[in-house]
């Protein structure tokens, strides 16, 4: 379908606001995947078989705009509080509490929600403690995706950083966590949201499930029989499945003639020897059978949530918490990608294909490391189908538009300390179709990354002492055509927006 008809079909839906009494309360499906590239999956143009988010995105929007921090926990800190991480603490480490801000979990808690959280959260905080009812997962950083703790009777030595990340079940704390063996992230996050849907399925109240996979972060390991779906299919090269991503974003209006295809930073397939083709074949297929495996996974939630009647009244987001990772962690193994044994990433030739068509990479503050999918759908109360936004978002606007949605109570106080107000805007009016514009900037730090963003003006600069690159993301959403000498007096406005914007922050802390 071309561009002009999907945003035309989006431009002219009407749907009531949820305000209103006599509209039922949705219940809420969040769900976030972890370093998953902008194109990875099939509504986003990758080849990866991800039928239950193209169903999702077909009955729903697709928003081309929406950003994350370009790092984990500081994405997962916004999406969690509604608040910039430089403010709640999160935007140099994990390992305090949350300050001066309050969760999803909590918030929506004053609309009579039932709360529930599966998988990862990347804080000190155990989410029963700040809002959940539930909680279930992994609550650090990346873990051995076969078994998070110590080795097991008749399998190999398992891969990780540390054996000891801490896995919860509600106030129960397991550390090492010695899974049984069966165990794999994807199937056991979803195997505790599933049997929470069942327990509370006669309850006169709406739940918020919040599913937090770490797929595909690394270590790269799956199902032998979801990699033999893909193992070959890489054989291509760089240049020839960037270049069918491309092709196909162009092909469904998701991208215009504005996104140009950003300049390549993987190295030349041919430049690689034939068994390092095979490794790089290898990588990214157990990499795409991780993201199938989360779609299989995202399936049974979904066929849950109907065969308890309640789907049509389910609003669900799908998002990913930064760009796909160049980063490469070299830890000792047995030698079999994709396995228990080994850890293994991705690494910056398949994540540059990855974040197709725009520029680097997790970690920066160019679109490549902060744009991500967001599709959202909703039955009920959102009438648009197949529909794309261009929208302008961040994570920081997720719980403004669940408070406006659900008619939350957002505080000023909570524990005795002050709350700092909501950051971000509502996006309930972009789900109803209405032509809005963003009234507020957005602003990016993370180490070496920054950025502001101003109606269609974006400052953007990596490393120390780099200088500010500017673009019009109205004509080059890709970056590639830096404006910022022939408009240096933007770049100053906007540097003292970005000053100033940090140096308010700081009396949070």
Known sequence: ????????????????????????????????????????????????????????????????????????????????????????????????PINHAVTLGEVLKTAGYRTLWSGKHHGIETPVDRGFDRYYGLREGASNHFNPGPQREGEAKPAQKRPDRPYFIDHEKFQPYSPPKDFYTTDYFTKYALGWLEEYKEEDKPFFLYMAYTAPHDPLMAWPEDIAKYKGKYLEGYDGIRAKRYAKQKEMGLVNQSFLLSEETYDPWESLSDSMKQVEDLKMAVYSAMIDHVDQKIGEILNKIEELGKLDNT??????????????????????????????????????????????YKNYSFEGGINTPLIACWPKGIEAKNAISRFPGHFIDIMPTLVEITGAKYPDQFNDQEIIPMQGVSLWPVLQGKLVERGKPLFWQWQRGKAVREGKWKIVAHGENAPWELYNMDEDPTETNNLARMHPEIVEKMDGLFLTWLNDSEKWK
């Open 1 to 96: 379908m071309k561009i002009s008809l999907l945003i035309l079909s989006f431009s002219l839906f009407f749907v009531s606001s949820c305000h209103n009494p006599s509209i039922e309360k949705p219940n809420i499906l969040l769900i976030l995947v972890d370093d998953m590239g902008w194109s990875d999956i099939g509504c986003y143009g990758g080849e990866v078989a991800t039928p239950n988010l193209d169903r999702l995105a077909a009955n729903g929007i697709r928003f081309t705009q929406m950003h994350n921090t370009s790092k984990c926990f500081p994405s997962r800190a916004c999406l969690l509080t509604g608040v910039y991480a430089q403010q709640s603490g999160y935007d140099q480490s994990y390992k305090q």
């Open 315 to 360: 609003l669900v987001l799908f998002m990913s918490d930064n760009g796909s990772s160049a980063e490469v962690v070299n830890i000792p193994g047995d030698g079999n990608i994709g396995t228990v044994g080994q850890w293994t990433s991705l690494g910056k030739n398949w994540a540059n294909v990855s974040n197709t068509p725009f520029r680097y």
